[in-house]
């Protein structure tokens, strides 16, 4: 199966702040990545399909980047509301898998 | 409004079974595939298994071993998810997610049901 590794883990950062994520993938995945976002309490919500393509509603603060294995999810002025937990997964082959998550604290 | 209502979770002893199902409305269920997904409290997302439109095509994570089954009946808008040998770390909330299509990425999730293995 292909492994996801998310970096880093965890972070803190400030209102205002560009935030980056990496999704590094085990091999080679095209662009067939998508990032969610999780708050406690909630089931994920997809921000970005397709590594590049943001989903419908979603604040175009939000971005994606890569293809291939190593993707990136940009928030360029970190809001209140984006204190969470952000997910990768690839659907490029079969099983289906996730990053470890990566949770963003202020 | 898109619904998806799981419901069967609840404490099992180790090595049992349980049959968690899901009740889908608010779109036109047989047009898309359906996932599996799973959760441990504080634990990261995991897939689970898919099924497709028409229940032709199942894929399942590869730690299950072959314990679950996954299978939809489009008559009553359902899917469903047979787990058997359930071992502690098997205890998560288990989710119904849709599909965009035909087996990619989710767009939707219902609410999970809480799967606890315990003596």
């Known amino acids: 199966a292909i492994q996801l590794t998310q970096s880093p883990s965890s972070l803190s950062a400030s209102v205002g702040d560009r935030l980056t994520i990496t999704c590094r993938a085990s091999?080679?995945?095209?662009?067939?990545l998508a990032w969610y976002q999780q708050k406690p309490g909630k089931t994920p919500k997809v921000l970005i399909y397709?590594?590049?393509i943001l989903e419908s509603g979603v604040p175009s603060r939000f971005s994606g980047s890569g293809s291939g294995t190593d993707f990136t999810l940009t928030i360029s002025s970190l809001q209140p509301e984006d204190f969470a937990t952000y997910y990768c997964?690839?659907?490029?082959?079969?099983?289906?898998?996730f990053g470890g998550g990566t949770k963003v604290e202020i | 409004e898109l619904r998806l209502v799981e419901s069967g979770g609840g404490v099992v002893q180790p090595g049992g079974s349980l049959r968690l199902s899901c009740a889908a409305s608010?779109?036109?269920?047989?047009?898309?595939?359906m996932h599996w997904v799973r959760q441990a409290p504080g634990k990261a997302l995991e897939w689970v298994s898919l099924?497709?439109?028409?229940?032709?095509?199942?894929s399942y994570a590869d730690s299950l071993r072959g314990r679950f089954t996954v299978s939809r009946d489009n008559t009553k808008n359902s899917l469903y998810l047979e787990m058997s040998s359930l071992t502690a770390e098997d205890s998560a909330f288990y989710y119904c997610?849709?599909?965009?299509?035909?087996?990619?990425?989710?767009?939707?999730w219902g609410q999970g049901t809480l799967v606890t293995v315990s003596s």
């Open positions: 608010g779109f036109t269920f047989d047009d898309y595939a």
């Open positions: 091999q080679g995945i095209s662009s067939a």
């Open positions: 397709d590594a590049t």
């Open positions: 099924i497709s439109w028409d229940g032709g095509r199942t």
């Open positions: 997964q690839q659907f490029n082959i079969y099983p289906l898998t």
């Open positions: 997610v849709k599909d965009i299509s035909s087996g990619s990425y989710f767009d939707f």
